[in-house]
């Protein structure tokens, strides 16, 4: 099955609520929409459980995104301890409202070699995955995107190790920052060939066009800024032809400036290809 929805309450929304967001998802005939926690975990434990209830209510798949300040890839305890209360504090609330999947960039080299970050970040998943246990925290999946930037942990190939290596944690494949990263290239066919030893019941992704600059090293980028998807980079009507012809479970959240418009649009462009909600 196929859910489409925006990273946050629709800009069309004139309740401005994550309640009220989740129902105008409903009202525009999208079935998905992630809760933004970019900026904090503000949302108290009752909202959430409110939450959950509208969105079961009205058949919308929940995800969260976690704060954007996360670092699992830090030396300073402190800041480290940080991060991770800020992936459980969003899981809880994940848990709450019955969203399946937690979804953060999972931090930076530094002065890190690559092994070195990914020793860096199993390790904190692991201590993650654990503590969420013991907090009763069940079915919520923690979701390491793939990043935008070569300074960022997060290659396709290292998030796909990452989750072989451990139980709990799952790909989020953003399109877009593959694209930017791979200096305007991308393989959607080679992409969900690297998937495939994951055996996923559900994939869960992000897709916007975008704008990105070289990076020092040739065929490499870094994302700039994210853009409707009429600017077709990278081009979606490939990646739906793709999904369709696999049949993958998927949820493709929109980060375009204009959220829910481009959301209906991949739908326009999956019932083109024959896809029936």
Request: hydrophobic content about 40%; charged content about 30%.
């Amino acid at each position: 099955m196929i859910f489409l929805g925006p990273a946050g309450v629709p800009l069309t929304s004139k309740d401005r609520s994550t309640v009220g967001g989740v129902r105008r998802v409903a009202e525009l005939g999208l079935n998905a929409m992630e809760v933004e926690f970019v900026r904090g975990v503000s949302m108290g434990k009752e909202m959430a459980d409110e939450v959950g209830r509208v969105a079961s209510e009205t058949g919308v798949r929940l995800s969260v995104h976690c704060p954007y300040f996360i670092n699992l890839c830090t030396g300073d305890e402190k800041k480290l301890e940080a991060s991770k209360v800020r992936i459980l504090d969003s899981a809880e609330r994940a848990s709450r409202m019955g969203a399946g999947i937690v979804v953060f960039h999972p931090g930076y080299y530094g002065s890190l070699t690559p092994e070195e970050a990914f020793r860096a970040v199993e390790e904190a998943s692991r201590d993650i995955l654990g503590r969420m246990r013991s907090m009763g925290i069940k079915n919520v999946a923690l979701g390491h995107e793939t990043t935008g930037k070569v300074s960022a942990f997060g290659t396709l190939d290292e998030i796909i190790r990452l989750c072989e290596k451990v139980r709990g944690c799952e790909p989020v494949v953003d399109f877009a920052h593959i694209w930017a990263r791979q200096a305007g290239r991308i393989n959607y066919r080679g992409i969900f060939k690297k998937l495939a030893p994951l055996r996923l019941k559900h994939l869960h992704c992000h897709f916007t066009s975008m704008e990105w600059t070289p990076a020092r090293r040739e065929g490499e980028g870094n994302e700039k800024r994210h853009l409707p998807i009429e600017f077709d980079s990278p081009p979606f009507r490939p990646l739906a032809e793709e999904i369709v012809k696999r049949r993958i479970n998927i949820t493709l959240i929109s980060e375009s400036p204009v959220l829910e418009q481009d959301s209906l649009r991949m739908k326009e462009i999956f019932q083109e290809l024959g896809y029936r909600f």
